[in-house]
């Protein structure tokens, strides 16, 4: 199993959100999340500065089979892409086991394929 975790645009995340869940995805946890990221300016707004130092994003949390893996990263990539600095980054990590609290069954088996 994997987890994997993508910071995206507030922006694209309805269409990540549609794209995965159409996929091979049924479930995902995600939340809003601050960051500051290397490119630090500001911006004049009909004469108010405004600091982009706080960059205002979405996190979301996958974990799926390994069989799973490239096809939702690759969802990702294609729906949360604008071309722009600040897209975002997609982090993978194993996942050594997972349990369901109402049946105590382990294993990737938890993780029920969309049937």
């Known amino acids: 199993m994997k987890k994997i975790e993508a910071i995206i645009r507030k922006t694209k995340f ?27 300016q500001e911006r004049i707004y009909r004469g108010v500065c405004y600091s982009t130092d706080v960059i205002e994003r979405v996190a979301i949390t996958i974990v799926c089979r390994e069989v ?12 949360a892409n604008t071309g722009e600095v600040g897209d975002g980054r ?6 050594l086991d997972c349990y369901s609290i109402r ?8 993780l029920r394929d969309k049937k």
């Not at 869940?21 to 946890?29: K, P, R, S, T, V």
């Not at 799973?68 to 294609?78: A, D, G, R």
């Not at 049946?103 to 938890?110: A, C, L, Q, R, S």
Request: proline content about 0%; some cysteine; overall charge negative.
């Open 14 to 40: 309805e269409e990540v959100k549609e794209a995965l869940l159409a996929g091979d995805i049924n479930w995902f946890e995600y939340h809003d999340v601050h960051g500051i990221g290397y490119m630090r």
């Open 68 to 79: 799973c893996l490239e096809s939702t990263i690759q969802t990702i990539l294609k729906y």
């Open 90 to 95: 997609i982090f993978v990590s194993d996942v």
């Open 103 to 110: 049946t105590g069954e382990n294993g990737d088996t938890v």
